[in-house]
Nanobody, 124 residues
């Protein structure tokens, strides 16, 4: 059973930056990928970014491309989401996700484990 612990959310003004972290533990870590999703009130959960573990291929939603950067620390089994130039429409609960597959996915139902979520609020 994989546990994911997120941190780093908060309140920031538009144009500001935040860095989210997600540490994984409790499982066997061979071939896997991790991603970030977000869900705003009244909206469906949407893909933000994902990264492979073996080869650092990354994938971003068009809405965050050029502003957000996903990265990972293999030794700590931790994934990060650096969010720059934040906009009010980025306001949401951000979830870390883990899948036992060497390739990333933008589909939430293809992930096996989820973090508890961390709130990001961007004020205008």
């Amino acid at each position: 059973q994989v546990q994911l612990v997120e941190s780093g959310g908060g309140l920031v003004q538009a144009g500001g930056s935040l860095r989210l972290s997600c540490a994984a533990s409790g499982g066997t870590f061979g071939n896997y990928a991790m991603g970030w999703f977000r869900q705003a009130p009244g909206k469906e959960r949407e893909f933000v970014a994902a990264i492979n573990w073996s080869v650092p291929h990354t994938y971003y939603a068009d809405s965050v491309k050029g502003r957000f950067t996903i990265s990972r620390d293999n030794a700590k089994i931790t994934v990060y989401l650096q969010m720059n130039s934040l906009k009010p429409e980025d306001t949401a609960v951000y979830y870390c996700a883990f899948r036992y597959n060497s390739w990333y996915s933008s589909k939430w139902y293809e992930y096996h484990y989820w973090g508890q979520g961390t709130q990001v609020t961007v004020s205008s």
